[in-house]
């Protein structure tokens, strides 16, 4: 193409430079700007990728730069206000999860980016992850009503708690983690939620008071099926079955298999699948099983820069063949709606019904 998309990066952490360096790699994007609030991260990356203009003040950054997208991995509790700014600024929005703190600002945000024609993608990284399309391609073949079994728990010390615990300043493990999987099971579904309900327990006193850094919501579909999502976050938390990701229906079940040996809080693992086992519930007429369980090797999957190439392969994609993304935007509504009632289930002791 003629004219480059000029794009202003926003969050320079793990996330932030992941997509900057996609952006970087892509002859249709030029980085205009790098913004973060420290600058250790921002020298770093500004280095790394030629050297860069660098902002520390969000606002500041997008007024200079004038940009016509701007990618936004800076904390949650920022995604909100910077999305509004950017769309009002007349720029197309890459943001990752969650979209917003609430579902009635995630809302006024979807129908402000309509109403501009400004194209808005939610950071879902397994929905370009092939692994995780067959994943949920397989369990679709499992009958109703299906039950499914997630979670990630994160052993985290070092940087990786004290990240952490930045994060739980304003939104809970289940919350910020949650929105991935839940997603997944209303692609597998494909039915309504009307139900959630939610657990969790306070760990630790470094928290900011009413945080909690273990929690587990349960969620029924209109179609009967069923899922709980666990996450917790800590040096305290269990390394025992950290990464469950396993769907049952009538006719059998669907799992990914047991990880490499990895670190439940390594970032490149949470994505890993490295195989799928499909199991056939059929029986013989001796009752035994018809079929022997099948293994979808996944071993040549996309790292995580792989998957985030693919994600802004998505955005410019949408950007360049002014795609409809309603779905997908309302999709990010739905997820988002069903995390925060199992917050709020959690904090008043209260099934919440949708």
């Excluded at 909100?80 to 979209?99: C, Q, T």
């Excluded at 007429?285 to 995580?304: C, G, L, W, Y």
Aim: glycine share 8%; net charge negative; aromatic share 8%.
């Amino acid at each position: 193409m003629s004219k480059k998309i000029r794009i202003l990066v926003a969050g320079c952490g793990n996330m932030g430079a992941s997509h900057a360096r996609a952006y970087h790699k892509m002859d249709e994007f030029e980085i205009v700007g790098l913004v973060s609030r420290g600058p250790k991260s921002r020298e770093k990356l500004s280095e790394e990728l030629g050297g860069l203009p660098e902002f520390d003040d969000f606002d500041t950054a997008l007024a200079y730069t004038k940009p016509d997208a701007v990618s936004i991995n800076t904390y949650p509790d920022t995604h909100a206000d910077y999305v509004m700014k950017s769309l009002h600024a007349g720029a197309h929005v890459f943001v990752e999860k969650p979209l917003a703190e609430t579902v009635e600002k995630a809302t006024e945000i979807v129908e402000l980016a309509k109403k501009l024609n400004k194209k808005l993608v939610i950071g879902y990284i397994l929905r370009v992850h092939p692994a995780w399309k067959k994943f949920i391609e397989l369990s679709q073949g499992l009958g109703k009503p299906l039950v499914m079994r997630m979670n990630l728990n994160q052993q985290s010390s070092a940087d990786t708690w004290y990240t952490h615990l930045n994060l739980m300043k304003s939104i809970s493990p289940i919350v910020d983690c949650g929105v991935h999987y839940v997603d997944v099971m209303c692609q597998m579904t494909r039915s309504k939620p009307i139900r959630v309900s939610g657990i969790g327990a306070r760990l630790t006193d470094e928290l900011v008071p009413g945080m909690y850094n273990y929690g587990q919501l349960q969620v029924t579909f209109e179609d009967g099926s069923v899922g709980w999502y666990e996450a917790g976050w800590g040096p305290m938390i269990s390394n025992t079955a950290y990464f469950v990701k396993d769907v049952i229906g009538p006719k059998g079940c669907v799992s990914i298999m047991d990880q490499k040996e990895s670190d439940s809080d390594d970032v490149d693992a949470h994505s890993k699948t490295n195989a799928l086992r499909l199991h056939h519930a059929e029986l013989d007429e001796s009752r035994n099983f018809a079929k022997k369980d099948e293994i979808v090797d996944t071993s040549e999957e996309p790292d995580h820069q792989g998957l985030c190439d693919l994600e802004q392969e998505f955005f410019l994609k949408a950007i360049l063949e002014d795609q409809d993304l309603s779905e997908h935007m309302e999709d990010g509504i739905n997820s988002l709606r069903i995390v925060l009632a199992a917050d709020e289930s959690f904090k008043t002791g209260k099934t919440i019904e949708l």
